[in-house]
């Protein structure tokens, strides 16, 4: 596994699902499902997956005090 060693199962990062449109996928287990199903026939395909965006960094609430060291 790419990112964990324990990945939730779902049907969006699934190697046997395949993207229908925004909010559905064709499970070749299931059929048509949402993305947040899973199943036990789950395989997990990491070029599927989307990590999270990392968090932006703030700076208006910075002022010169917090970078000297005094």
């Not at 060693?5 to 499970?27: H, N």
């Not at 965006?53 to 208006?60: E, F, G, R, V």
Request: include cysteine; proline fraction near 9%.
């Amino acid at each position: 596994m790419l990112f964990h060693k324990k990945i939730e199962p779902r049907c969006a990062y699934c190697a046997r699902g395949a993207t229908l449109e925004e909010g559905r996928i064709l499970c070749s287990k299931k059929g048509v499902v949402s993305p947040g199903d899973r199943c036990g026939a789950f395989r997990y395909d990491p070029f599927r997956r989307v990590p999270p965006k990392p968090a932006s960094l703030d700076t208006s609430k910075l002022k010169d005090e917090d970078f000297r060291l005094d």
